[in-house]
């Protein structure tokens, strides 16, 4: 039901993503080598649990799987990371992630921008979330807009 950024800054999530995909396509494919990866590579990630964090994103987006104690690429992640495909990977996460499709849809079937708090009680009325804050809400909308479905506008978002 979760998503969660990556490192590297709000606008970098794919690139932070192809990046790593590609380390495991690559051989970088144990826990302890793919802690170590995110600490390396980017200097704010300190801690272990922090990277445990960032490498399930992959797995719940179906992009990786674990087969004793071994990340691979899904077929799916194989796809993606041959093509780097903006479009494959929205429907990979549409399809992994709880209300990312709905999100974009409700953009997209929108005459003027939404707040972040609109299409969280989008959310709350039509899929009953029971979120507490709107950090689910925002992270799917920064999602988006790494993947160049949506945009910020001066007062909201709007699919693009």
Do not use: H
């Not at 780097?84 to 992994?96: A, C, E, Q, T, V």
């Amino acid at each position: 039901m979760s998503i969660w950024p990556l490192p590297g800054g709000i606008d970098s999530y794919v690139n932070t993503l192809n990046t790593f995909l590609e380390a495991i396509r690559d051989g970088t494919n144990n826990k302890s080598d793919l802690i170590n990866w995110y600490k390396n590579n980017f200097e704010n990630v300190q801690s272990d649990r922090t990277s445990e964090g960032y490498i399930f994103v992959p797995k719940s987006m179906g992009l990786i799987e674990i087969k004793d104690g071994i990340y691979y690429l899904t077929e799916e992640g194989k796809k993606y990371i041959e093509t780097k495909d903006l479009n494959l990977l929205y429907d990979l996460i549409s399809k992994n992630i709880f209300a990312f499709e709905e999100i974009f849809e409700f953009l997209k079937n929108s005459d003027e921008p939404k707040k972040e708090s609109e299409i969280y009680e989008f959310l709350k009325e039509n899929l009953d979330v029971q979120w507490t804050t709107l950090a689910q809400t925002n992270f799917r909308i920064l999602w988006l807009v790494n993947l160049n479905k949506i945009k910020k506008c001066d007062t909201g978002y709007l699919a693009n």
